[in-house]
């Protein structure tokens, strides 16, 4: 009992830490992005009865289909009490990283009922570059990672005790997941596999199972997927176009998984960081692996303890997760960045640190020669505390670096001033419809787009977006471009034969001088 208390203690203490973090670091501003103005949008319209939607153009309302629903719902409901919907997600993403410090600390002492890995384990996640990152960002992330820990727990519960409370609960929280992002698919399917392969029910039982599970994820899903079908043509605003990922952007997801082993302020070179990642992350989670496989194909029945699963469940994730990443980018979205791989793979890094935490201590307890092994495993996780700490400390004392658009706006205030004369009537036309959002809080039309970049074809209908704008731009309407568009679009300025009439950094207003006097 002295022992819980104190783990207790602990980790309630590691979430504190990050929930202090997070308000520390976004102490100015929250993080925005494009994407992150569209979760706001939503949730603004949410509020003011419009249901799931965008602004465009002049102020109509369009139906958002490309992000499930869940993350702007709970802003709204936040919003509800009067606070502004950009402070909202900052107070929200502090309690969600807390929550999520905490339940890697539970399921890793779950599973162990030692206090050093569980505490570890927190700790790793606590300073991790990534997570401190996107959980100043006003993102789905910080939601999906809670939930999907969450939903590990209540699965790995079930698992050992079979009580239709704790499936319903894994089922719950997976459909929440999935609302939140669509890549929460593949809880749905290590949740179905772990069921069919380590549950110890009857076969019968088992199916029944993965019936619940799949029909309380797929349920609310598929009357989403019908709203967005019938409100805009599609169900998730994609198309299944075959796009090989580029071996630029496979590079960059491979060099995020090696800094969570060999973190790049160690100042060593990639070769050198490569040997340390095979080194220290693959033989023991892969002789752990061996070993509880042997051991289960021996006795020929899964052990009796609470949360035996867990270290299966986790791999059984990875896998599927990976999995959807892969077809995501191969198939669906033809757009990702190459800042996008340190926020997909996230969840996975929370998963891969619950695993390797828990594969040292299990293989550390059957070593009998010594203690050396047990000091040196102890020396090397908190070595990597103190680098990811080390690596946060630069973004948590500069809070402006976790700015993104609002960044960009406070260091353009003269292009801010420019926007407050534009009547509020003017229409605007803009290559970033998102950023005159967060600089102006106005709405705008997207310029006309040549090549689309989902779809990986050229656009139809690129010459009736031409003679729009122009009729915007006719009628008093303004062209506003932030940097500077691709080459291939250059042409757009010759078709409409605007004039430059104001420039600032990066931002620059063009119209017809003559229907603005």
Known sequence: MKKNRLWLAASILLSCLGVGLILYYTRMIPGVGGDSVQYVMGAENILEGNGYARFSGEGQTRPITGFPPLYSILLAGVGLTGIDLFDGARLLNAILFGGSVFLTSLLIWSHVRSIWPALIGGALVLPALSLVEIHGMVMTEPLFIFLMLLAIYSLTRYLSTPK?????????????????????????????????????SAWKRRLID????????????????????????TTVNRELIYHPMDSTLMRVFLAEVLSWFAPRNLGFSRPVRNVLVLLLAVPWPALYYFQEFRAVIKEKKHPEKDFWSLPWVL??????????????????????????PPRYLAPIFVAIVMIFVIAVHRLLQGWTKGITPRIVAVFIGLSLVALYTMQIVDRVRDPILVGGYFEYKYKR?????????????????????????????????????????????????YAEQIEATREKL???????IFGWPEEAEDIVFDLLGAERLSGFIDVTFFGYPELLQ
Request: net charge negative; proline share 3%; glycine share 8%.
């Open 164 to 200: 239709i409370f704790y499936l319903i609960l894994a089922s719950l929280t997976i459909s929440l997941a999935t609302m939140t992002r669509y890549v929460g698919l593949g809880l749905l399917t290590a949740g179905g596999i772990s069921i069919l392969l380590l549950s110890r």
């Open 210 to 233: 993965c019936v619940i599970l799949s029909g309380f994820t797929f349920l609310p899903l598929y009357f989403w997927l019908r709203r967005n079908a019938m409100v805009s043509g």
């Open 315 to 340: 791999a059984l994730y990875v896998v599927s997760y990976i999995a959807i990443l892969i077809v995501n980018s191969t198939l669906l979205d033809a757009g990702t960045t190459l800042g996008a």
């Open 413 to 461: 205030m003269d292009a801010v001033r420019e926007f407050e004369k534009l009547d509020p009537g003017t229409a605007i036309v803009s290559n970033n419809p998102e950023m005159v959002y967060v600089m102006a809080h106005r709405t705008a039309y997207m310029w006309p787009i040549a090549f689309d970049h989902y779809k990986l074809e050229e656009r139809e209908d």
């Open 474 to 480: 006719l009628n008093g309407g303004v062209l506003i």
